[in-house]
Structure formats: C-alpha cells, structure tokens
C-alpha cells in the first residue's frame, strides 16, 4: 500500500491537505505537465534539495513529512534556545 502509485488527484489532494501545495497541470497541449508549488507558490523541484523528495506514493509523502518534523523541531529547538539566552 506504501509502494502503490497514487493518481494525480490522490496526490493533489493529500498535499493539499498536508501542506497546502497545488499541483497545476502546465502541459504543452502535447501531453500533461504536473508542477507543483509549495505553501509560498515557489516550485517546489526548483530547489536541488527537493530533488530527493517523490510525491508518486504514500511512502515517499511520508518521507517528507518526516524530513519536514526534523528541520521543524530544529528550528523550534534554536528559537528556543535564543529565548533561553534573551536573544
């Protein structure tokens, strides 16, 4: 179930959902072209650390999520460290 490729609108939905991304069709009338931008409407594969990052199944969604956690608490972790010190 991980492994299994969602369809477009699965995953249109579950980003939006979960991160407030849209995911825009931009075809050249040739055959469809999925871009999708994040929560600030930046592309979000136009930043080489994305690249890792694959939103075709369940599992590489929660990949990301996960990544997100880490970086989130981390940054949660430093604020609070600033407050600490009256920074």
């Given at each position: 179930?991980l492994k299994k490729?969602?369809t477009i609108e699965?995953?249109?939905?579950?980003?939006?959902?979960?991160?407030?991304?849209?995911?825009?069709?931009?075809?050249?009338?040739?055959?469809?072209?999925?871009?999708?931008?994040?929560?600030?409407?930046?592309?979000?594969?136009?930043?080489?650390?994305?690249?890792?990052?694959?939103?075709?199944?369940?599992?590489?969604?929660?990949?990301?999520?996960?990544?997100?956690?880490?970086?989130?608490?981390?940054?949660?972790?430093?604020?609070?460290?600033?407050?600490?010190?009256?920074?």
């Amino acid at each position: 179930m991980l492994k299994k490729k969602l369809t477009i609108e699965e995953q249109r939905e579950i980003l939006s959902s979960l991160f407030s991304f849209v995911i825009v069709n931009e075809d050249d009338e040739n055959a469809p072209h999925y871009v999708i931008y994040n929560e600030e409407g930046d592309e979000f594969y136009g930043n080489n650390k994305n690249l890792q990052f694959n939103f075709t199944s369940l599992e590489g969604i929660f990949a990301y999520t996960a990544h997100r956690a880490k970086e989130q608490g981390y940054a949660d972790a430093q604020c609070n460290m600033r407050k600490a010190l009256g920074l």
